[in-house]
């Protein structure tokens, strides 16, 4: 049985950091493309940060330069550590394991609200 398990959301004001770990299980986590997604009120899910299984990263143009996406494949966990938030970052963070169509996985989303 897959599960993946986000933690770390929470209420941060504007300029703040927090970071979110996702602890994988049920699958070969090494072998997957290990991603964070976002979805906002009343918006599509977008891609925020992805990280092969080789370490290559690639992110969203909003968040380049304040977002760090990184594996630990011994804890099989990924994380993702966002400095210098925005209001706009306001949005549920979910976490995906991608080794082709039939093996995506997502976990169940954490809330992350920028305010002052």
């Known amino acids: 049985q897959v599960q993946l398990v986000e933690s770390g959301g929470g209420l941060v004001q504007p300029g703040g950091s927090l970071r979110l770990s996702c602890a994988a299980s049920?699958?070969?986590?090494?072998?997957?493309?290990m991603g964070w997604y976002r979805q906002a009120p009343g918006k599509q899910r977008e891609l925020v940060a992805r990280?092969?299984?080789?370490?290559?990263?690639n992110y969203a143009d909003a968040v380049k330069g304040r977002f760090t996406i990184s594996r630990d494949n011994h804890k099989n966990t990924v994380y993702l550590q966002m400095n210098s938030l925005k209001p706009e970052d306001t949005a549920v963070y979910y976490c995906?394991?991608?080794?082709?169509?039939?093996?995506?996985?997502w976990g169940q989303g954490t809330q992350v609200t920028v305010s002052s």
């Open positions: 049920g699958i070969i986590f090494s072998a997957y493309v």
């Open positions: 995906n394991a991608d080794f082709g169509r039939s093996s995506n996985y």
């Open positions: 990280i092969t299984s080789g370490g290559s990263t």
